[in-house]
T-cell receptor, first 114, second 115 residues
Framework: KQEVTQIPAALSVPEGENLVLNCSFT??????LQWFRQDPGKGLTSLLL?????REQTSGRLNASLDKSSGRSTLYIAASQPGDSATYLC?????????????FGKGTHLIIQP | NAGVTQTPKFQVLKTGQSMTLQCAQD?????MSWYRQDPGMGLRLIHY???????DQGEVPNGYNVSRSTTEDFPLRLLSAAPSQTSVYFC??????????????FGPGTRLTVL
């Protein structure tokens, strides 16, 4: 059974810092990996989707990398801003052909101090 | 596009009551799914559907029923509510899944309390 772990569980940094969030998964036979953002009391918003054939994806100040062989992904946030404060979740498709939903990590709760 | 919509936003039930959580999407997505999110447990899949007329169980299906009569709608029914079903419920949709994997779009959630 696929397991997804995110480290750290919580992170608080001053505004302007660059930071890295980590995600690891136990079964490397994944089709893709997604990073989501969740604001308090809200739904999930997809930030980046990396296909298994890709090494990284970029969107604005966000860069996500994927190393399937080691079962790891990182989300790099450049020049952090208070508006980046949220919980960040990574997720991979299930092993049952990928139709059986996503397996999520428990998230990293990020606070950017003004 | 409204995206994925869910109703109600909040609901309080008594043990044993039944109710239906509504989910609709206007993006013509084939794949839809329901998750519950609990503190310390993360998000867990309840049921999913790869198209109209096709549904299957996820990780935690007990106590829930689903149907998919149209592409747009994927309601989740609680048959006899229990306090263990107190949670936040999210509906999601996607054009594709698996090896053709695509971005999943989530609704705003329904916060359910069972007394």
């Amino acid at each position: 059974k696929q397991e997804v772990t995110q480290i750290p569980a919580a992170l608080s940094v001053p505004e302007g810092e660059n930071l890295v969030l980590n995600c690891s998964f136990t079964d490397s036979a994944i089709y893709n990996l997604q990073w989501f953002r969740q604001d308090p009391g809200k739904g999930l918003t997809s930030l980046l989707l990396i296909q298994s054939s890709q090494r990284e994806q970029t969107s604005g100040r966000l860069n996500a990398s994927l190393d399937k062989s080691s079962g790891r992904s990182t989300l790099y946030i450049a020049a952090s801003q208070p508006g980046d404060s949220a919980t960040y979740l990574c997720a991979v498709p299930g092993s049952g052909g990928g139709a059986d939903g996503l397996t999520f990590g428990k998230g990293t709760h990020l606070i950017i101090q003004p | 596009n409204a995206g994925v919509t869910q109703t109600p936003k909040f609901q309080v039930l008594k043990t044993g009551q039944s109710m239906t959580l509504q989910c609709a999407q206007d993006m013509n997505h084939e794949y839809m799914s329901w998750y519950r999110q609990d503190p310390g447990m993360g998000l867990r899949l309840i049921h999913y559907s790869v198209g109209a007329g096709i549904t299957d169980q996820g990780e935690v299906p007990n106590g829930y029923n689903v149907s998919r009569s149209t592409t747009e709608d994927f309601p989740l029914r609680l048959l006899s509510a229990a306090p263990s079903q107190t949670s936040v419920y999210f509906c999601a949709s996607s054009p594709m899944w698996g090896e053709k994997g695509d971005t999943q779009y989530f609704g705003p959630g329904t916060r359910l309390t069972v007394l």
